[in-house]
């Protein structure tokens, strides 16, 4: 989990109350420093996590192909994880899971999937249709990466640029949505809460790119973010919205792998969003808390049961 800007906090209270619970918890591994020898996963001090019920992960700043590998060998080895690797994979890679939202109905940007060696008619065609166009890396986080282009030629030239080292773009249509958008928390099918992000920047609402948040009453947006989690099959989640200010209609950027549990905490921290209100409720991290660990109270026993009672990391 996060232990940047007081994710350390949440952490340590997720721990006691699994603990109170009757859990035994092993938290202190890094899973870029875990192997697998036959089959079983081992943290980098030698504990095997294939031995526990559950594994509860939320840290998008250090994901990495090996990491990945490393969730899904626990997986495979029966561990629970939570989110699961499945669903996790599908929000992480925005081309898919965009293409995944539009057949089940939920309205998202209109988005393309281009090779590297792609012709500048069918570029030329993405601008005429859509006028601006952003390039998003497909697993990335953060906004980190993610570019708008208003010009067909300026876009060829970032392909020729990056093609090297860049094995595919996708990008999406622009929805001009003004100011601020919306964020829908989700955990095991309930809302959680939700807030806006002011941005500062021209498009993007970020916290990483300026961005400031801001209380939200949630309304329509709700059910939106409900069915988009449920198409994606994911447990824990932070589903991106923004109103087009064209038809004024919700559109779904992004359905996060992770939920988050260290807004409120970051906001005390006072470094990455020092124009907050530190007291205010934005997603409501104690009910998520509390959510989590009822999940995974009631999960059914592993074949682990007749050795340890009830094991979560």
């Known amino acids: 989990m996060y232990e940047n800007d007081n994710g350390v906090i949440p952490k340590r209270t997720l721990c006691n109350l699994l603990e109170k619970k009757g859990f035994k918890v092993f938290s202190e591994f890094d899973m870029r420093e875990c192997y697998v020898v036959d089959g079983k996963v081992y943290s980098g001090c030698g504990v095997c996590l294939s031995d526990f019920d559950v594994a509860f992960h939320m840290n998008a700043d250090e994901q990495s192909p090996y990491q990945a590998d490393i969730l899904l060998a626990l997986q495979d080895s029966g561990v629970n994880v939570v989110n699961n690797c499945e669903s996790f994979f599908k929000c992480r890679d925005k081309f898919r899971a965009n293409q995944l939202l539009r057949q089940h109905g939920v309205r998202v940007p209109e988005a393309a999937l281009l090779g590297p060696t792609v012709v500048a008619d069918v570029v030329n065609g993405l601008f005429r249709k859509w006028g601006q166009l952003v390039y998003k890396p497909r697993s990335g986080h953060g906004a980190v990466g993610v570019m708008r282009f208003s ?51 021209s498009f993007k609402t970020n916290i990483s790119a300026g961005g400031k948040m801001m209380p939200r009453r949630l309304g329509d947006e709700v059910d939106i973010a409900l069915k988009a989690a449920q198409v994606l099959g994911v447990n824990g989640t932070i589903i991106d919205m923004v109103k087009s200010r064209v038809d004024d209609q919700f559109y779904v950027l992004e359905v996060n792998p992770l939920l988050g549990i260290f807004v409120e905490s970051a906001m005390r921290a006072g470094t990455k969003m020092p124009d907050t209100l530190p007291d205010a409720a934005y997603s409501y991290d104690n009910l998520k808390l509390a959510s989590i660990v009822n999940y995974i109270d009631n999960l059914p026993l592993s074949r682990h049961a007749q050795y340890i009672s009830k094991g979560a990391l």
């Not at 080292?165 to 099918?189: L, M, T």
């Open 151 to 201: 010009d067909a030629e300026q876009f060829l030239d970032f392909i020729q640029a990056t093609q090297h080292f860049i094995h595919d773009y996708y990008v999406e249509q622009y929805i001009d949505f003004g100011d601020v958008d919306c964020r829908v928390e989700i955990f095991n099918g309930e809302v959680m809460g939700g807030y806006s992000r002011e941005k500062k920047h």
